[in-house]
């Protein structure tokens, strides 16, 4: 497997891990009036619905959805230099990098770099707020005297 092909398998089961934990959100919320022990369920349903889906993602037959790009496709420009023919070479030596325009690029962010990215400082700031309720909850030492 290629770079793309894993960069579209993690990134499929990190959308659909979101979706699952929206969904488990949303339903402690409909729960709210409820048993601590119903909210834990559906929880500790959830955490087995993401843990499952890498394996479920390869094992099941795939369900197609059409994307945002075949419903607005966006066209592409390239513009070349190159002449047809044998007159490319020819004609490349004749410019110099002084005579050509200086044509300045914008820079373009690689959009999977920024989600990836988002996705990661999310897992970090929800793993740091697991710690710190971790550590709120150990006992403290007792007093030396």
Do not use: C
């Amino acid at each position: 497997m290629n770079e793309a092909m894993w960069f579209g398998f993690f990134a499929a089961v990190a959308l659909k891990s979101t979706a699952v934990l929206g969904i488990a959100w949303l339903g402690s919320l409909l729960l709210r009036g409820r048993s601590a022990a119903s909210r834990h369920l559906v929880w500790t349903a959830a955490a087995v619905a993401v843990l499952a889906l890498p394996l479920f993602s390869i094992s099941l037959p795939a369900l197609r959805v059409p994307s945002f790009a075949t419903l607005a496709p966006i066209t592409v420009l390239f513009e070349t230099t190159a002449a047809p023919g044998g007159e490319a070479a020819s004609n490349a030596s004749a410019y110099s990098h002084s005579t050509l325009p200086a044509r300045s690029t914008m820079w373009h962010p690689d959009w999977r770099l920024v989600l990836m990215l988002t996705w990661a400082i999310g897992a970090a700031a929800l793993l740091a707020q697991m710690l710190l309720a971790y550590a709120r909850l150990l006992p403290l030492p007792p007093l030396a005297r």
